[in-house]
């Protein structure tokens, strides 16, 4: 099949590949736009996660969970209840200021 029966004149041949031309440019017009929308959601998502991880360095540590088998000693263990470390009201469960009563 020769060009003649394709294109019957140089000027729709010429038409067809500007034609060509253009569906290509918007092709790559529209990767152009999905890329640069990827990108942008990628930094959004980093952006968040970096926040999120500036709040929780920002937020207080949880007190610690003191258990009565930490310590050696009840003695040991009414020291840090009267200095009132972290999780030491775990140590008096039933209130009456006298810590891990247990290790007498």
């Known amino acids: 099949m020769s060009s003649s029966h394709l ?6 041949a010429l038409l067809y590949n500007i034609d060509i031309i253009n569906i290509y440019s918007n092709i790559s ?5 999905i890329i640069s929308y990827r990108v942008s959601h990628m930094n959004k998502t980093l952006l968040t ?8 360095a920002s937020l207080p540590a949880h007190a610690a969970k003191v258990k009565c088998s930490d310590f050696k000693s009840q003695k040991e263990a009414q020291a840090y209840f009267d200095a009132k ?3 030491y009201k775990g140590l008096d469960r039933d209130n009456d200021g006298i810590a891990c009563e247990a290790l007498k």
């Open 7 to 12: 294109f019957p004149s140089l000027g729709m």
């Open 29 to 33: 017009y529209f990767d152009d736009l």
């Open 49 to 56: 996660a970096f926040c999120l991880m500036l709040v929780s």
């Open 85 to 87: 470390k972290p999780g």
